[in-house]
């Protein structure tokens, strides 16, 4: 049998839907277990939580600094840790176990200022380890086409780009949609910003990783629709890229009628993607003349089609497969790690450096809301 | 039976898309009759329109201005014009008819200028003439259901408009898509704009009459994505209503896999609409609560469905009718004025002053885009 | 100037949906004239529709024999006669003007009985006389796409057709949906066939003149499924076609939820194709390996696609242009005949041949049904 | 922590597609633990699969009398055992285990016959065991909502029901789709039936359980289209329920372009349902008055739809968590055994009964095939 990857959470109390889907799509797979955690700021329901998943109450930690230095120290402790805190928290969290040699998958967003990223990059190379953040929706197999498509310049050159990620669920006055929206809409532990952090990032990176383009300048303009918002809450963002293609995204979270529409449309000079989230088992493809066809996710119709194969097309896959995807890219690499064969270009996850590009994103983005909406460049 | 109402066409020779589409619509209701044109430049081609068309030889004119001039002198003449020419042809036509106190049909958009249009504006006022601007899609039962829908109260204060026009045809380096493309790209008869006063005045329109919505300001990014284009071709415009409701146009040319795909998004506090062009026959309904319904076509739902009904749903109508709808709103009016019964209030079409605001909206988009996309007051 | 075919209409009184669809569609291309009708029972309302129409009040006709007595002998007569009555008037129309040398054009279904048909038949190939039965949806360009592709070949074996029209509107208890429902429920003026009748040879026209295939036998299943109607509201007929393939085909009028929902489905040994009647401008083809793509309407993709654009893919057309294209193809040959230039491979439109088709297929259908649901050969 | 319960497997030896679901699915929601097998005829196979998935040598066994025998007599034997061999092998397999007085969960079709089928039935009853068919797609939360909406009443009297389930991965002359198709294409392996048996049965199955129909008499028409095909690839089954509605199923295995494409449409008196399992986060449905809207797989909007909440909507979920909701229904009414607090009203899963009336419908429907597509009474 093939020997289990152990790991340890951090965050993933009661409540979290975040953190359990994260157990629950690494189970799909089988290849980890879950050995250790720091689950709340509350020790007794961290141990609570322990004890629900099955786990030797002492390594149910109080801390997560002493969650690190406890596994660091064991001979059978964990492979690596997955942080699922508020936003806040992911930037002492992910130091703690870089120090302590553990590599680290994060939930996106990295972390609250540049400065951090920085920092857990440069820990991360130098200490030679494994940084994944976990972008969910880079893991379906259709957007690795998309990728793949890309790559091999059937698209041509790339024009403009157009994403977006709507939602509907922070529509209303005086309601925070329950415990998640409380946070995120809290100031002090979103790290000042709220519908670009938190869902924004997660287009900026698509984009990023599925076109490779780097943004040169943005114009970002951030706006509070519902009364009473503290925190943007619906935001457009201008691009150019180098290169001289332009994009355009938008975000909301008070866009009633979008239950998660993250949507990516790629226009080239020889045809077009897209690509929706809530209908992440197709991709649609306009080759030169306008011609349109879709192809699904399954077996075909790529090299990693098949790498990522669960189930034949029309057995739909979502969102557990998609994040477990990423997880087998993660831990195919910890295991060559291991092994000794590992190289740099197996690495075909979302990394810090990835996590950087989008607290960056994030910041240049406030600096042009600050500056009235005016070009800021990267 | 009812007499026809007789109408003089000025543009509109061999090939022209646009004055085809007008006559066609037309005949649907069989409401007017063609008897008089000045089709093109070429005397030559003018009379050989005419013959197809089944005119008198003698109401073929060489130029506008004799048109005008005759026809407002025969007691048997012309009860309005339509003007098909090339955009920088609109102004100098319809000023021609409206001094010789004929009413217009002007395709859009009005005019190159500001000064042009606020002349038109005063001109057609002055003389008490009925002047319609051919936005064809407001047209549509459907988006005057969303009309409706939104001054019944039923969305609320709107706070987001996200509203696009994209098309592929002119996506293609070195080629311009025949005589359309020709005069579209062309700076001399386009009057400088391309892609948004061709196709984004569509969406701005719309957006106005539909939400009532008044711009306060805007940031324009006019951009020339294809090589050697001399005009923007790709554009994207951010708003801020009166009132506080803020809005994002996109406007393309060259988004190869979009045939004709202008759609408009409406985000209000109590729910959202969603219309697109290409499925014409639906209108999409989100309730405060995300309940997500569709409305069609028909006799039904609303007073104006009832107003426009002539084929039951189901039985597709489409482009044609959506133009006919139009004149049927403007024969009405034109016919009310003969036998003294016209109000103001019976003005359901866009008229001189919407075509107005179009160039206004041009020019300020212009504006914005040699100042390096700032905000520019209207 | 082209000069205006000339034609006269049986039926089409007030409140007729099918006679104004015929009248406007013919407009779009403006090649015809209606000049003469017999538009009533009631020769009061006979004169006050000519009125409307402005015809001669002299060609307003209190019965349809004299009418075919009368334009037959006229110098200027009509060139074609638009029969649009109940079903039971088709027959004895249709013989009147063939018998007094006018060609046809009669709404479908051709007749009661399959002698009337047969009758039907053999008077206009011994007067040699162009008939068309104008099956609407047969007109649209996506379909004639259909039909080229599958000559073409590269359907490869035709195996199963699934063709599906069901509607909602008489689903109610007690309700006949106003004079539409009225007629097309009462068995002394539908023939004794409500639904299969009705809409069912649409799906049976458009199979047979799409795929070529001929009907080997059929078993048919016709239900009540409304309390209290006297006619069948819910039809299945399953198919054997000469050469091995097999068909099923569903029809109802009772089916909530639907309001004109015909479809088709082809599927062969090297791909399918399907077509949705509401989706009119779409048409989508699956190769032999799966691969879905779509083709829309436009002057491509093919020859008979450039022979019926009028306006360019993404400004859509409907039904009124796909009866506006029956007309084209049905006034294309009267031309030809008129100018010595016809010969018969030109027709290209549905005729009394496939008139007679369905009328035999409604019977057969009834003689399954009446036998319990057996297999009856054709 | 929630002790896991025991389960051993059957079947499902390496390339297993539907084994491996199983087990994905069942570690999703981490209830069960995989602990003994039978998973191959070959025991080297069986030992090989064992360690792969960890199991103790011990407990992978040559046969699954064998295993049924010693899992029975051992103090920590498994809870349940699941069966995903080919289908002849099910009869004889669950025997062996509800004589061992071990509870079942069983792929579908139950079994070949329904004498096997009735002994089954028999067998669970005597023993007070809980056997389960796992028809995956009733597991979808919108599946229950369907069950929801009409158990309410909402829908009226039902009347009509339109299912069909294509697929085109056996459309190939001379292919087989690898092992999958082998087995299901040979008449000893599969029983006799391919397509009805292999997934007519899931069309069968959902209907049943969604509307409470129970049929009254059918008739079918089972087809081989592929050259080649000894066993049936494509088949109508024309069906009267009690109580006066009616049905048509469509199933078939060579309609190139469908990949898994399940459709279940119902119609009543008052409005209708539309279901498309690869658009299983929706439902659609339609009131009396034609109105069309969709529900979201999520939270809302019923109490199952909360009792199988794990992902907001939005966030995709698919086949696995289908498969996963039944084994929440499984498990908890083990639990509920084991606790003493178990009612037979919570059964609220397929169960060996609706695995008897599928083999009985797969009767039947060959019986109205041999006796050339004529009505038989259930």
Chains 1, 2, 3, 4 share one sequence.
Not at 232 to 240: C, F, G, I, P, Y
Not at 333 to 339: S, V
Request: hydrophobic residues 35%; proline residues 4%.
């Amino acid at each position: 049998m093939k020997e289990l990857l152990k790991y340890g959470m951090v965050g993933g109390g009661p409540g979290s839907f975040i953190a359990d889907s994260h157990r629950r799509a690494m189970r799909i797979d089988g290849e980890t277990q879950l050995v250790a955690g720091a689950f709340s700021r509350s020790f007794e329901k961290c141990r609570q939580t322990g004890e629900e998943l099955g786990l030797d109450p002492e390594r149910c930690y109080a801390d997560f600094r002493e969650m690190a230095r406890a596994e660091a120290a064991r001979p059978d402790g964990i492979d690596f840790v997955v942080i699922v805190t508020p936003n806040a928290a992911h930037y002492p969290a992910a130091k703690a176990f870089l120090e302590a040699g553990i590599p680290v998958v994060c939930d996106k967003p990295l972390c609250l200022t540049v400065e951090q990223g920085e920092e857990l990059v440069r820990l991360s190379e130098e200490k030679g380890l494994l940084f994944m953040l976990t972008y969910t929706y880079f893991g379906h197999a259709t957007v690795r086409y998309m990728k793949e498509y890309i790559e091999s310049g059937k698209l041509g050159k790339i024009r403009n780009v157009m994403a977006e990620y709507p939602q509907g669920w922070l529509a209303y006055e005086g309601e925070w949609g329950g415990k998640q929206g409380e946070w995120r809409c809290d100031p002090k532990l979103s790290g000042g910003v709220n519908c670009l952090g938190d869902i924004g990032t997660h287009a900026e990176n698509m984009v990023s990783m599925v076109t490779g383009l780097k943004i040169r300048r943005l114009l970002a303009k951030l706006d509070k629709l519902v009364p009473g918002r503290v925190l943007d809450d619906n935001d457009v963002v201008l691009l150019e890229y180098e290169g001289g293609a332009v994009g355009s995204y938008w975000i909301s979270q008070c866009a009633i009628g979008h239950r998660n529409s993250l949507q990516i449309r790629i226009y080239g000079e020889n045809g077009s993607l897209l690509w929706k989230q809530e209908e992440s088992e197709e991709l649609t493809i306009v080759d030169h003349d306008g011609n349109v066809s879709k192809v699904f996710r399954g077996p075909a119709p790529s090299a990693s089609g098949a790498s990522f194969a669960r189930l034949p097309a029309g057995h739909t896959e979502g969102f557990y497969e998609a994040m477990a995807n990423l997880y087998r890219s993660y831990t195919r690499c910890l295991r060559a790690k291991k092994e000794g064969t590992f190289t740099p270009d197996m690495v075909d996850f979302p990394t810090v450096k990835e996590g950087l590009d989008s607290v960056r994103f994030i910041h240049k983005a406030l600096e042009s809301q600050e500056g009235g909406n005016v070009w800021v460049e990267m």
